[in-house]
């Protein structure tokens, strides 16, 4: 290899490490300006071929130091090989490489008939959508630090955030590339670079601020968000959240809607047990007779429902007598835990995961609601898939998000971290609140903006009341989501349209 062709793939590695940097727990935001520009740079001189190679390496470097946590998590939860455990991480790493190799090349192939601040956004954007990887993330997670940043999330999605972004680090990118031409080139690149940051920062302060004015016009429930950390803990989750609850109770009276988190009950139960369930177990310990507490109000809690020979991860919604008023059975299967599948076409062998019985996907059930307020309900990860979140909202018309989430497998990692980020950008593009009540993992509640209102992650178990505020009514980016999730792909594809035509007609 050349010692061009090094320091080529030395400015391939650093923009992968740059990018780690801005990410979970690191959370270096402003690094996103340029983190990408040394990868855009060697596009932009390298042959299309080169460049694949180059972004393979970036994304390959990219996927392991981003997924570090998954070979502990998956050695902790499952007796396989080292090797497998390596193996799977690879495999998760391979497809940000593709990611990463794809839009690399796009960039050198359209060198000559797209500018670079114009190919990038773009292909970046549409192929963090069209390859979201096994744990989707985007360039927008690089920013979950600084909520103003995030807010063109609210009027085209998590790709709006990606492409403003992307677009400031093409910028630079030509800037650089320009310096040997014109410094007065150059330095109009930075300064249009400078403009994209501010304008956007200006426009993050305005949406806030207009958001803010929403909340207190809107009608209000008392939320009671249960937390459980198995760290030391000498209660199982349900006794914990239990007597947790009922001394919130005594000081300050029922509250609108108790959420205790995923698989709260990680025993499987029939339909038919969850009534005596909750008036035995989850709302009072009945082995203490008529003395014990009893828990008041509507209750949302993880449930392992069995049915026919299967599971369904569940969350069940027990009304103020006692009954169930409604199911939610997660549709997304999580990979590895629940289904074989990592992705589609690439699967773990059965023997690998030793599971006895098997986990269903639910169907589609009428949304839950609660004091004729409906919610939005994910369980798990999928808080992190934007397709599906965006139609949970359009179906039930939500005027709130809720997750139940047990990070348990991911404990004292960068996951946990990454999960929360994530679930934090649905509240930006859907304009709603975010209530998130988790095992092992990060609870507490978000706001329209993406700002943290309450947080619960100090290793220890917990339950806080939070006035959560209802906001009706539909985002920009709820309107737009279907034709934006066409148009990007669409645009990219007219480039490399363009891209064949001008290397087929060069003097055209």
Not at 149 to 175: E, H, R, Y
Not at 381 to 401: C, K
Not at 481 to 490: F, G, K, S, T, V
Request: aromatic share 8%; proline share 6%.
């Amino acid at each position: 290899m050349t010692a061009r062709k090094l320091s080529w793939l030395a400015l391939s590695l650093l923009s992968s490490l740059l990018v780690r940097l801005t990410l979970p727990t690191v959370d270096l935001a402003p690094l996103i300006f340029v983190a990408w520009t040394p990868l855009l740079i060697v596009s932009c001189v390298a042959p299309p071929r080169t460049a694949f190679l180059l972004g393979l390496a970036h994304g390959f470097l990219l996927g392991i130091v981003a997924h570090d946590w998954l070979v502990g998590s998956l050695l902790r939860n499952f007796p396989i090989p080292v090797g497998a455990a390596f193996l799977a991480l690879a495999a998760v790493a391979a497809l940000v490489a593709l990611r990463s190799a794809l839009v690399a090349f796009g960039v050198a192939y359209l060198q000559d008939a797209v500018p670079v601040w114009l190919s990038f956004p773009v292909l970046q954007m549409a192929a963090e959508q069209l390859l979201p990887g096994v744990f989707p993330w985007t360039t927008a997670l690089a920013v979950s630090s600084v909520p103003m940043w995030q807010q063109a999330a609210g009027i085209g999605g998590a790709a709006a955030v990606s492409g403003w972004l992307c677009l400031t680090n093409a910028l630079v990118a030509q800037a650089w590339l320009a310096r040997h031409r014109s410094y007065a080139a150059s330095g109009r690149f930075m300064t249009l670079a400078a403009s994209v940051v501010a304008a956007m920062t200006a426009l993050g302060a305005l949406l806030m601020r207009v958001e803010a004015e929403r909340v207190p016009g809107a009608p209000s429930l008392r939320i009671a968000v249960g937390h459980y950390d198995s760290s030391g803990a000498q209660e199982e989750p349900v006794t914990a959240l239990r007597n947790l609850a009922l001394d919130e109770q005594r000081a300050g009276g029922p509250p609108d809607l108790w959420v205790w988190p995923e698989t709260t009950l990680g025993t499987a139960h029939t339909s038919r047990e969850l009534t005596t369930l909750a008036s035995d177990y989850l709302r009072r310990d009945s082995v203490r007779g008529p003395s014990a507490g009893v828990l008041e109000g509507p209750l949302l809690v993880g449930v392992e429902l069995a049915d026919r020979g299967t599971l369904q991860n569940s969350a069940v919604l027990f009304g103020v007598g006692g009954n169930v008023d409604g199911v939610y059975s997660k549709h997304v299967l999580m990979p590895v835990g629940e289904t074989s599948a990592l992705v589609p076409g690439l699967s773990l062998p059965n023997r690998i995961l030793h599971r006895a019985t098997p986990f269903r996907a639910g169907s589609d059930a009428l949304p839950l609601s609660v004091a004729g307020h409906r919610l939005a309900l994910s369980i798990c990860f999928e808080d992190i898939l934007p397709a599906y979140v965006f139609e949970q909202v359009q179906r039930s018309h939500a005027e709130l998000l809720v997750n139940l989430t047990s990070d348990r497998w991911f404990k004292g990692t960068s996951a946990v971290d990454f999960h929360f980020a994530l679930a934090r950008l649905s509240a930006v593009e859907h304009r709603k609140y975010l209530v998130r009540s988790t095992r092992d993992g990060i609870s507490g509640v978000v706001d329209n903006a993406g700002r943290v209102v309450e947080r619960l992650h100090n290793h220890r178990s917990a339950v806080i009341v939070v006035p959560v505020p209802w906001l009706s009514g539909t985002s920009i980016a709820d309107s737009l989501h279907r034709p934006l999730a066409i148009l990007w792909p669409l645009v990219a594809l007219v480039f490399l349209v363009l891209g064949a035509l001008k290397r087929t007609n060069p003097h055209g």
